[in-house]
Nanobody
């Protein structure tokens, strides 16, 4: 059962910008904390950003703080990740997630299938 669907990934140059989207359900986006994780080749899946079920509390990994912005649009049942000043080390598969508020992978109840982001010249 697919409950989260990511889109918006692609190839961008260093310093560029990209916005990822995650289509969810109305109940999920209002009742669950949601977030983004990423996994680079040969690396473990890591936390990127999260937003509380209320939409008022957010948290970011130090590596993306000041460059990425997590947001949601409850009218569209969509979660977003705005990414600016992209670096090659941001290259990874990005996963949308829903569950309990936190930065741990085991706080996640639902995962999307991922969307590839490649930052390269």
């Amino acid at each position: 059962q697919v409950q989260l669907v990511e889109s918006g990934g692609g190839l961008v140059q260093p310093g560029g910008s990209l916005t990822l989207s995650c289509a969810a359900s109305e109940t999920m986006i209002t009742l669950k904390a949601m977030g983004w994780f990423r996994q680079a080749p040969g690396k473990e899946r890591e936390f990127v950003a999260t937003i509380s079920s209320s939409g008022y509390i957010t948290s970011y990994a130090d590596s993306v703080k000041g460059r990425f912005t997590i947001s949601r649009d409850t009218a569209k049942n969509t979660l977003y990740l705005g990414m600016n000043s992209l670096k090659p080390e941001d290259t990874a598969v990005y996963y949308c997630a829903a569950g309990r508020y936190g930065s741990r992978t085991d706080s996640v109840d639902y995962w999307g299938q991922g969307t590839q982001v490649t930052v390269s010249s």
